[in-house]
């Protein structure tokens, strides 16, 4: 028999026994006592919440958001006023971008003590919340938070880790406290060895709101739908140890059962179900796209294709373009890659219209490891990956040095090369996965406008013409709050890069160093008398 002919007849195999199997459901021959999760509406799962509940979630921003279960859960708030003084705690941040959305609408309804998050950027209507000082607020390093799930899955009641070291969750800092009224201590320092490290404390959740793509005739949980899978095993164990509940929503029940390795929670560790046909793939996207979910393979060289015939030349777009055109330069072909948010973004397209994509590998936290990255709503998720490990798995990868280059935003950056990326007194982002990617990764580059606030430019064959100067600058005497610490990176030897629509910087022994200057910029006038610091400039300033 020919390979093709044997395989043909596995699948004929599996289809006929998926069919008697399911033959046998529907006809009542096998006795409901063998599943262990109920099927029930969204409004009968979330009357499951009690006051006080710890609710976690396995969203990273707009991926696996379980929107059905969050507007059930605000329609009971509206309704009864219960359940309240709830605690979210998610490794990432609850996704929508937009005011008034499903996920995040429990907090400002009322309903909300505490939240726990490392982002908070797609949750604007917290952060504002958060910044008034009206509810308890902690800010956690995106990879120390998946790993502690991980930690309270096993049993661990804290997770020790390097990462934060020196920055703001150090407690001799204690800024992941966000405001007056957050007093928890979450982090404490701790010595081995010699050395110092911290302890996080691993949480203790009461219910999970999760969401897949089907459930099987068991009740296992398959993510055949969703760009990336999250913690969300990890999560389960950890509330089923916990005594709680796991409560997930899935697009579609199956008659007959996956095949073990492709589900992503088994039955067991599952207590309801939601059928929610309705969900969408991403949060503020309509429907599914098979290209995200990887239904619809592309090669390295498809994709360069794709971006060269849909680049958008926004102008508005203009500077981030130009940071990312320069800071695309740093990649090196077999680079593994993390693309951060917002003009990092703009790197992974640079590298698909030079042809760098296929000799680098582009990562990005949510777990996706090649293809492109999506950008805007979609961030966290790839087109055409080749494979997607969950976030957990990725931030082994990263704490263990495993990133070549990162790319990464800054809002503020001082003259000893200090960043602050997540906080601000006007505007809350979260760190994120911020402080895994910078503290472990060999060569760091940031990607910022020298400005911001109505940067208006020009780019053209003479040169770069700055029309009119942003109203806030990105470099500060002091940061307000310490992200990525200068020390940290000499200490360990990284190499530091800072990208801007108009010049770059490099880290140096003493501060920053002024390296690079884009044609037709005035280096006095638009960039060392802008600077409320003086810079060291390199002899060899490179004009490009």
Not at 71 to 96: Q, S, V
Not at 254 to 259: E, G, K, S
């Amino acid at each position: 028999m020919r390979c093709d002919e044997q395989r043909l007849t596995v699948h004929e195999l599996r289809f006929a026994h998926e069919s008697s199997f399911g033959h046998e459901l529907r006809q009542g021959r096998m006795k409901k006592e063998n599943f262990m999760a109920q099927f029930i509406s969204a409004a009968e799962a979330v009357r499951l919440i009690r006051d006080g509940d710890c609710l976690i979630y396995n969203n990273f921003l707009g991926m696996n958001n379980a929107e059905q279960l969050s507007i059930a859960l605000n329609e009971r708030f509206e309704a009864e006023g219960h359940p309240k003084d709830l605690t979210l705690y998610c490794t990432a941040g609850l996704g929508g971008w937009l005011s008034g959305q499903p996920c995040e609408k429990i907090v400002p309804l009322g309903g909300v003590k505490t939240v726990i998050m490392s982002h908070y950027g797609s949750m604007p209507d917290t952060a504002k919340m958060i910044l008034e000082n009206k509810i308890e607020a902690y800010n956690l390093p995106f990879g120390v938070m998946s790993h502690a799930v991980r930690a309270g899955a096993a049993g661990h009641p804290y997770y020790i880790s390097d990462a934060g070291l020196n920055l703001f969750v150090d407690p001799k800092y204690k800024g992941y406290q966000l405001n007056e009224q957050s007093k928890q201590e979450l982090v404490e320092e701790i010595v081995i060895d010699g050395k110092r490290r911290l302890k996080y404390a691993t949480p203790r959740p009461d219910v999970a709101l999760l969401k897949g793509s089907s459930a099987d005739a068991f009740g296992n949980i398959s993510w055949e739908d969703e760009p990336v899978i999250g913690d969300a095993l990890s999560i389960a164990q950890l509330v089923k140890r916990c005594g709680g509940k796991v409560i997930v929503q899935v697009k579609r029940k199956l008659d007959h059962p996956r095949r073990p390795t492709e589900v992503v929670i088994p039955s067991v560790l599952v207590d309801y179900i939601c059928v929610c046909p309705e969900q969408d793939q991403i949060q503020g996207i309509k429907g599914t796209d098979p290209r995200y979910a990887g239904d619809v393979p592309m090669t390295d060289e498809q994709l360069e294709t794709y971006v060269r015939e849909n680049a958008k030349n926004d102008p508005k777009d203009l500077a981030k373009q130009l940071i990312a055109k320069r800071a695309a330069k740093e990649l090196k072909p077999g680079h593994v890659v993390n693309i951060g948010v917002g003009a990092p973004e703009f790197v992974a397209v640079e590298a698909a219209k030079s042809g760098m994509l296929s000799k680098v590998a582009l990562t990005v936290e949510a777990g996706s490891m090649k293809g492109l990255p999506a950008g805007g709503f979609a961030f966290g998720a790839a087109m055409g990956a080749q494979a997607c490990c969950t976030t957990a798995e990725q931030f082994d990868l990263y704490d263990g040095g495993g990133l070549d280059i990162c790319f990464i935003g800054a809002l503020e950056i001082d003259g000893e090369g200090n960043v602050n990326g997540h906080y601000h007194p006007k505007k809350l982002s979260g760190i994120g996965g911020f402080i895994n990617i910078t503290q472990f990764t060999h060569k760091v580059v940031f990607c910022t406008t020298f400005s911001a606030g109505g940067l208006e430019i020009e780019d053209s064959e003479d040169g770069l013409t700055i029309v009119k100067e942003g109203k806030f600058l990105k470099f500060a005497e002091h940061v307000t709050a310490l992200s990525f610490s200068a020390q940290n990176a000499h200490d360990n030897k990284q190499e530091v890069t800072y990208v801007t629509e108009r010049c770059v910087f490099k880290l140096g022994e003493k501060g920053l160093v002024l390296t690079e200057v884009r044609k037709g910029v005035d280096v006095k006038k638009q960039i060392l008398d802008l600077l409320p610091f003086k810079v060291d400039v390199a002899e060899d300033l490179l004009v490009y």
